[in-house]
């Protein structure tokens, strides 16, 4: 495979705001070891580009890229980073802003960027063999390719890749955009390959056009197939069901090494775990809970339904009365959610600590200090918080769904096998059972409990293997 070309609206470590960020840094990072030319295209936010790498970007080339009959400029930039070149799509009307999303004209501001990927390939003379494509943001790109950009000869030979790192969102919009935005016609609204009740569906257009399509666990390949994880889509899917696979996500093992970690005060690996409690305390101390050794069970996470956090806050009274453990919550998100658990820090101020925050380092510290790591998502595509909270020795307690099910192998009392606690039953009675068998394994077992911990801890969750997966699915598509 000589040349792909990554395309994603966000990547580590510039910005990211959720698994997204994290893959589009770690996976080209290792799929670069044994392909020929692999670059990467992300917007250039201005504002919250971090000043360390601002003095790498370099400007390149500038011109414009007509939205409908709007003319807009769009600069080129680049920057070299960990061996890897990037391309960075500049335009302070679109990009410069103070968030990455959740603006009224987020359609026309990602219309921009596909756009400005099929105008800037050929421009700069990498004109790639593979063209992978990732969420909403990017998945129109092989609609454009057949209609818009057809006559191009040279693209002609390109093939695409679109993963799905989460359905939910699929970039949905009024059918005038077609003109208004793209400036193509409506044939393929008309044929049903991009309709949507009426609307229009960028993930849609990309589930139908694209080469090959893959999701971000194989758990979850086969959900999204279904009326109660397809959001509307699970009949394209079926469909197109022959190019559809699931390639579980990876983590940067070098990053996540706690053995290493700058961010946590004590080291450790599977083979010594005795600076474990070390973190323990000195987390307890950071949140300000009594230090004493109790398991603690923790949640960082977007504090959601999706994430399942209303069904915790339902399991939390009972069990922070009847165990003595201690709980810590970071991360913020819906503010009946955040409340509740402020709710519970102050009700139980010596059991639960809720820190509604965004905070990397005390995040690195709950993987490392805690014992039990909660994601009762009521769905998840993947998932990279179980596999770092394995890394870390902290055992998780899942809602057996997408990745979940995939990365979790629960444990069994008779074999002693596992590597964390599923429960698939959705409701809060059940998920308050699992927390109390974790308990209980703790408390009585420190033997059983030690071995749990290190088969987690043993787990490759490197991105090898699954960039192995994708280098194979690039070579059979450009055969």
């Avoid at 990547?11 to 020929?36: M, Q």
């Avoid at 409690?277 to 950071?286: G, P, R, S, V, Y």
């Amino acid at each position: 495979m000589s040349k792909v070309l990554f395309a994603a609206a966000e990547a580590a470590p510039f910005y990211k705001t959720g698994g997204l960020g994290d893959v589009a840094f770690s996976l080209p990072k290792a799929l670069n070891e044994d392909i020929d030319e692999l670059r990467v295209v992300i917007p250039y936010y201005e504002k919250l580009f971090p000043a360390k790498y601002k003095k790498l970007v370099k400007d390149w080339m500038y011109f414009q890229v007509q939205v409908g009959n709007k003319p807009k400029y769009c600069g080129i930039k680049t920057l070299e980073l960990n061996g890897l070149k990037y391309y960075l799509i500049d335009n302070e009307e679109y990009f410069g802003r103070d968030n990455l999303y959740g603006y009224w004209d987020d359609g026309e501001r990602f219309a921009f960027f596909q756009l400005a990927i099929c105008e800037m390939m050929e421009k700069i003379d990498f004109i790639p063999d593979v063209l992978h494509l990732n969420d909403w943001h990017t998945a129109f790109i092989p609609v454009l390719l057949k209609d818009k950009y057809s006559w191009i000869q040279s693209y002609a030979h390109i093939k695409t890749v679109l993963t799905i790192h989460n359905i939910q969102f699929q970039g949905v919009y009024d059918p005038i955009v077609l003109g208004s935005l793209f400036g193509i016609g409506t044939r393929t609204f008309d044929e049903g390959s991009i309709e949507f009740f009426g609307n229009i569906n960028f993930m849609k257009g990309g589930i139908t056009f694209a080469d090959a399509v893959t999701t971000v666990s194989p758990r979850y390949a086969s959900e999204i197939q279904t009326p109660e994880f397809g959001e509307h889509l699970e009949g394209i899917l079926q469909d197109n069901s022959y190019k559809l696979q699931g390639i579980v996500n990876g983590i940067d093992m070098s990053v996540y090494d706690p053995a290493t970690d700058p961010s946590i005060p004590y080291h450790f690996d599977a083979i010594d775990t005795t600076n474990k409690i070390k973190d323990k305390h000195a987390l307890q101390k950071m949140v300000r809970l009594p230090e004493k050794d109790v398991p603690i069970f923790a949640v960082v996470s977007r504090l959601t339904r999706q994430k399942g956090m209303d069904l915790l806050l339902s399991a939390l009274n009972d069990f922070l009365k009847s165990r003595d453990v201690q709980v810590i919550i970071l991360g913020t998100g819906d503010k009946d959610l955040e409340d509740g658990f402020l709710g519970y820090q102050d009700a139980f101020h010596e059991k639960l600590a809720a820190k509604i925050q965004f905070d990397v380092k005390l995040a690195q510290m709950i993987y490392a200090g805690s014992d039990v790591f909660l994601m009762p998502s009521a769905f998840e595509p993947c998932g990279l918080s179980q596999m770092m909270a394995m890394r870390y020795g902290s055992v998780p307690l899942v809602h057996s769904v997408g990745g979940l099910s995939d990365t979790v192998t629960p444990y069994n009392k008779f074999t002693k096998v596992g590597t964390g606690f599923g429960f698939d039953d959705y409701r809060f009675e059940v998920l308050k059972e699992m927390m109390d068998s974790a308990f209980e394994l703790y408390h009585d077992d420190p033997k059983a409990w030690g071995n749990l911990r290190s088969q987690g801890m043993e787990q490759d969750f490197s991105w090898h293997k699954s960039a192995k997966k994708y280098r194979q699915l690039y070579q059979e598509l450009a055969d």
